[in-house]
């Protein structure tokens, strides 16, 4: 099967070192990621395919990876190291240690020894009770960010369970804050049902369907489905995990996920290639040809490994094509909105509402998505969903993408290296196929609004009429309106020896239409072809189309003929068709697939005349 295909791609290769790094920020000690992750992997695939050449190696690096943060708790304690990759460890130990499930004894006790010293050391050091609090409120005080925390707090219970197993005699350990190691993994068994329960009835993440961090996020999930030892905390990891590969599911093409995001780097940004791809191949078997044959990194062992599989309704649902699940639209009602005591690194966002509407319209031949929320200061937003917001049209194929996303950096960032961050760049309305957006009038660390047109799918080649920039690709047409200020269409991609001295660097091939005026609003209209007699018939549609824009607002009907009102002015009142363009709906989730009403228990999925309710009501862990 697949999954036997994957880990047989490794087997017989001979381990590589990856040294310990320098600092990745001032004033940060080493980093040890790439190290540790080289040698879990290793291990993980050593032993799961039985490479008895390599067992000695193996226990080797096992032993000396835990001896390095043990001796260096600087790194061990730092957010960027340990803590990536310590369950990978603890999954060694679970399967093929003393107590293993699948293989006991190939880990050596010198291994097993240096690994217990080592977690012992972390969990008296880094777990508090007081974080564990098992109430709705607490879950969403989140440190650092929320994949950060998330992994930081799935370690401390993962070496738990794994030191419990050793030895429950270490259930009474008295940790740093003067509680016992078993009422800390009690505590946080309860906490993350909680938390489970808590994302499940409230959109899921603050991190928005993050291409980067969405998958660092689940994959801690995993180990609480795997090894807890209550059915109810396996039943509600299940529903959450399944609840996670449906909301996949329903907005991607090809495995390229849609929709309005956050924490999309500019690098990731406009590549389509996630792990969450290699994983939906394993899974439903659905990818490109290069990811069939693709080798597993990273985080791909944690799928592997994994007894989880999709339910077979989610199964269908992430099967079906496109065109099987039609033309419809997908709401949600992610939070984001600070309470007062939100400070960096700790994030506190109001839990009633987020003040976003979250909306995506979904073709058999594109997506089109973004978040609407209020036009408001930096300051009013958790860093966490503000920074680096994605929004525009996903196609069918690898990196085929229309993006109206501002530079990151300053004003003339565009023109520099291209920085990582920026925070509450633009701001925008959609309904159907158009999406109207400008540059946030209060971005921090964001140039000129700039649209992205990827050369996969030839969508960079374009005709200009009236001022519109038009394209296609595989079944769909579009149209881009910068509605003010004069543009370049500049040519973008990596630096070659031969490259033009005006190329603007780029990891992917394309072009930016990038803004002069920083304040213009910017129409995306996206179309299926199939709705039109052929191309000229769309582009004369278009060209009808007429913004009208003064100091105080644009206005403008768009193609599917939905009144757009968007209030430039500070103060004034942006709407669709005359309602206001942020909605406080009533769902966690509405889509004809994935349907839970906000902060319910119940989240029904459908395909069909079938459904399958996910259930996230507090029950009794036994």
Not at 300 to 323: E, F, I, N
Not at 404 to 413: F, K, L, R, S, T
Not at 521 to 550: G, W, Y
Not at 600 to 616: H, I, S
């Amino acid at each position: 099967n697949r999954f036997d295909a994957a880990w047989a791609r490794r087997k017989g290769e001979a381990y590589r070192e990856r040294p310990v790094r320098p600092p990745v920020f001032r004033g940060h000690p080493r980093f040890a990621r790439p190290y540790s992750e080289n040698i879990a992997h290793f291990v993980l695939r050593v032993f799961h395919n039985g490479e008895t050449n390599f067992y000695a190696l193996a226990n080797q690096k096992f032993a000396e990876n835990c001896r390095f943060y043990h001796a260096n708790k600087d790194v061990r304690n730092d957010r960027d190291s340990f803590y990536w990759n310590i369950g990978e460890f603890c999954r060694v130990l679970l399967h093929y240690g003393k107590v293993g499930d699948r293989a006991p004894g190939r880990v050596s006790s010198d291994a097993e020894a240096a690994f217990c010293e080592m977690a012992l050391s972390y969990c008296h050091d880094m777990s508090k009770l007081a974080d564990a609090a098992a109430t709705p409120e607490a879950t969403w005080r989140v440190y650092e960010s929320e994949n950060h925390h998330v992994q930081r707090d799935s370690a401390l219970w993962q070496l738990m369970h794994v030191l419990l197993k050793f030895d429950p005699a270490w259930g009474e350990r008295v940790l740093g804050d003067g509680a016992t190691l078993r009422a800390h993994y009690a505590a946080w068994g309860a906490f993350f049902r909680t938390w489970m329960r808590e994302r499940a009835k409230k959109s899921m993440f603050i991190e928005v369907q993050s291409r980067v961090y969405g998958t660092h996020t689940i994959k801690n999930i995993y180990p609480f489905y795997d090894f807890a030892p209550d059915a109810e905390t396996r039943r509600l990891a299940k529903n959450f995990i399944d609840l996670f590969w449906a909301l996949w599911a329903q907005e991607q093409i090809a495995g390229a996920s849609g929709g309005g995001m956050s924490r999309i780097y500019p690098t990731s940004a406009r590549g389509t290639r996630t792990e969450a791809m290699s994983w939906a191949y394993w899974y439903f078997g659905t990818a490109s040809r290069e990811l069939r044959s693709r080798k597993p990194n990273g985080m791909d062992y944690v799928c592997l490994d994994s007894s989880y599989r999709p339910s077979p309704l989610v199964q269908k649902l992430a099967q079906a094509t496109p065109t099987a699940r039609g033309v419809y639209e997908i709401e949600s009602r992610p939070l984001g909105w600070t309470l007062p005591t939100d400070r960096y690194p700790n994030y506190r966002p109001d839990p009633s509402w987020g003040r976003i509407y979250r909306y995506s319209y979904c073709t058999p031949e594109f997506i089109l998505g973004t978040q609407m929320f209020p036009e408001a200061p930096a300051k009013n937003w958790c860093l966490i969903s503000s920074q680096n917001r994605f929004q525009g049209a996903v196609f069918g194929g690898t990196d085929v993408q229309l993006l109206p996303i501002p530079a990151a950096g300053g004003v003339n960032g565009l023109y520099q290296k291209e920085p990582d961050i920026s925070f509450n760049p633009f701001w925008s309305m959609q309904k159907g196929g158009t999406l109207i957006t400008r540059r946030n009038r209060y971005a921090v660390k964001t140039g000129a609004m700039r649209v992205w047109f990827s050369a996969a799918g030839g969508l960079d080649k374009v005709s200009v009429e009236d001022g519109w920039y038009f394209t296609r690709t595989a079944g769909a047409y579009a149209a881009v309106r910068v509605v003010a200020g004069k543009t370049e269409f500049r040519a973008a991609g990596p630096k070659k020896p031969d490259s033009p001295k005006d190329l603007l660097p780029c990891e992917r091939e394309g072009h930016f239409l990038v803004c002069a005026d920083l304040e213009t609003p910017v129409i995306l209209e996206v179309a299926r072809a199939c709705d039109f007699s052929d191309e000229q018939a769309f582009r004369t549609r278009v060209k009808a189309l007429k913004p009208n824009l003064t100091a105080e607002a644009l206005d403008y009907t768009g193609l599917s003929g939905h009144a757009f009102h968007m209030a430039l002015a500070k103060g004034g009142a942006s709407t669709i068709d005359g309602v206001p363009y942020v909605k406080k709906i009533d769902w966690s989730f509405k889509s004809p697939f994935v349907e839970g009403k906000w902060n319910d228990d119940k989240v029904v999925l459908r395909w069909g005349a079938e459904t399958e309710e996910l259930d996230f009501s507090e029950r009794r862990a036994e």
